[in-house]
């Protein structure tokens, strides 16, 4: 996915970008630490879903996303081993702008993106663990949290306040 931004671009992920990924997740989600396998091995099962925020030469943001199973989000920290091959949901499963980044638009016009990639694939939903407080982000694009009793081992995995959303088509 490719976004063209006033200041900056969303652009294509590479593993040459992985250190810059890693390097963002460790400011980002400091409470959310993940092995840089975990996003290795998403950028390697499925590279367009995959994308980095950058301007000027550095990169500020990156988004790690993938078809996947409807209401099965992934623990944190685990590889998947494999896509499906008939995918529910088209998921969201890491996304970050460094703080000195946010507010420009940038997350906004790529989760725009996202939707319109997981309609392009005609996949009926898109979904997400919400974290950091970000439900009322989301929110805006449509999305909805769903609350299921087993969800919640999954969701502990990240913390107590991590919510599963879903924007239904
Ligand atoms: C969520 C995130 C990627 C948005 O990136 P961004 O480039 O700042 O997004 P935009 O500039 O398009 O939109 C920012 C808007 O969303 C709001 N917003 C962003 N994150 C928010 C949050 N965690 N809680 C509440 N509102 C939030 C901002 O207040 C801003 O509102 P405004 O347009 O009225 O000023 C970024 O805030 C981020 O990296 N947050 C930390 C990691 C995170 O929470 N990721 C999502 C986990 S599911």
């Keep these: 996915m ?21 390097s963002v997740a460790n400011k980002v989600h400091i409470s959310y630490p993940e ?3 975990v996003q290795a091995e998403r950028l390697a ?7 980095v925020l950058e301007h ?3 990169v500020s943001g990156y988004a790690i996303t993938h078809p996947w199973r409807c209401a099965e989000p992934p623990a944190l920290n685990v590889m998947l ?5 008939r995918p529910t949901t088209y998921y ?39 974290v950091n407080k ?7 694009f449509g999305f909805e949290v ?8 999954r969701l502990l995995t990240y913390d107590a306040d991590a919510r599963y959303m879903v924007r239904r088509f």
């Design 35 to 37: 092995d840089d396998a």
């Design 81 to 85: 081993g494999t896509l499906p091959e």
């Design 2 to 22: 490719r976004v063209e931004l006033e200041r900056g671009v969303w652009r294509p992920m590479t593993q040459a970008d992985l250190a810059a990924v890693a």
């Design 134 to 140: 970000s439900i009322p982000f989301w929110s805006r």
């Design 92 to 130: 969201i499963h890491d996304f970050a702008v460094l703080p000195e980044t946010r507010g420009s638009g940038a997350g906004s016009a790529f989760a725009n993106a996202v939707i319109a990639h997981a309609r392009s694939r005609a996949l009926p939903n898109v979904s997400l663990v919400a």
């Design 56 to 58: 000027e030469g550095a």
């Design 146 to 153: 769903v609350s299921e009793p087993s969800l919640h081992a």
């Design 45 to 51: 099962l499925y590279p367009e879903g995959c994308a």
